[in-house]
């Protein structure tokens, strides 16, 4: 059975009845479960930033502004988010190539930014780890939701290898593009 | 920029107004001075940033905060030398230091001067944790 995921923003989130109603069946596990992840969003984008902060591209570019480091990272997270609560991607791609449109464009700005390529698979990395993390903080302390661990791990996999290369090809197109003229 | 729409509940207590503990940070990349800022004004804090490395000492002396956040890499002063600068004056001797850094320093290798509490948060440390240390050296 295909969970498909509403684009969170329409959902009515203010008393949770909204995502309740459509996370009513057992079924609705893994997306509840995601959804908790999302919750921490702005502990995950902020612990993100310090992570990446660390890396030589951004400590050679001390004057970069929060806006100019965090780039698209907010919007990527809320795609990424909404493709590993979604549950067959094959069957329904349209939340992970929504995904990938947003990496990419983080990935192109970044060039802008005279970042390298290595430095984007860097970010990518630093926010799968990220989202980990706040897995974690969920479930280490509840044992009905380790069991999903395991589905979870092929999903977050699935996406985040997915948004990595859309982002560094991203990258790649505009750095040839930009040779070329 | 994180979206302040949404309440960040970081610290584990609701500060309230009248209430604010006041933050130093001396840090030289833009974006992580930024961060903190957001955070600890959203957390209830009232937060500010020391001009630069070499000018922090007399900025705490002049602001007298509650708490410094000191970060120990940055290019015009150690944050080493700047908690040596803290701790010579009466104003700021006491005043907790919470130690930031990108590399693990061993408390060992350099020695402490006398003054009041350190605590060290090793970057990238958890914002969440952050907070919560601010919180447990001002209450």
Redo the contacts between chains.
């Keep these: 059975m295909v969970q498909t995921v509403q684009d969170w923003e329409t959902m009515d989130t203010s008393t949770n009845s909204g995502a309740e109603a459509m996370f009513e069946s057992g079924v609705q596990a893994i997306p509840r479960l995601v959804y908790r992840v999302r919750d921490q969003?702005?502990?995950i984008?902020?612990?993100w930033?310090?992570?990446v902060?660390?890396l030589p591209a951004?400590?050679a570019t001390?004057?970069?502004?929060?806006?100019?480091?965090?780039r698209r990272i907010?919007e990527v997270l809320e795609g990424a988010l909404i493709s590993i609560a979604t549950s067959d991607s094959t069957l329904d791609p349209a939340p992970l190539e929504r995904a990938t449109v947003l990496a990419a464009a983080h990935g192109e700005s970044r060039l802008q930014d005279a970042f390298g390529a290595g430095d984007v698979i860097a970010e990518f990395n630093a926010l799968r780890r990220e989202v980990w993390?706040a897995l974690w903080r969920i479930v280490e302390t509840e044992a009905e939701s380790i069991a999903l661990v395991r589905e979870l791990d092929v999903r977050i996999a699935t996406t985040f290898d997915a948004l990595t290369v859309a982002a560094a090809d991203a990258w790649a197109r505009a750095a040839m593009g930009s040779s070329a003229s | 920029?994180?979206?302040l729409e949404?309440r960040?509940t970081?610290a584990d207590q609701e500060r309230t107004m009248g209430d604010a503990t006041s933050v130093l940070i001396v840090e030289?990349?833009?974006?992580?001075a930024?961060?903190l800022l957001?955070?600890l004004v959203d957390a209830g804090y009232e937060a500010s940033r020391a001009p630069s490395a070499s000018e922090a000492a007399t900025f705490a002396r002049d602001t007298a905060p509650d708490v410094i956040l000191l970060d120990v890499m940055m290019?015009d002063r150690s944050g080493w030398d700047v908690l040596d600068e803290l701790r010579a004056e009466p104003v700021t001797r006491d005043i907790p230091v919470i130690i930031t850094s990108?590399v693990y320093d061993r408390p060992g290798l350099h020695s402490m001067p006398p003054g009041g509490p350190i605590r060290f948060a090793a970057?990238?440390?958890?914002?969440?944790d952050l907070i919560e240390t601010v919180a447990d050296l001002t209450t």
Aim: glycine share 2%; proline share 9%; hydrophobic share 45%.
């Design positions: 969003r702005a502990r984008v902020a612990n930033t310090l992570r902060a660390t951004f400590r001390p004057n970069l502004g929060l806006r100019d480091v965090e907010p993390s | 920029m994180i979206n949404e960040m970081f030289d990349q833009h974006a992580i930024e961060l957001d955070v290019p990108a970057k990238p440390f958890d914002i969440a």
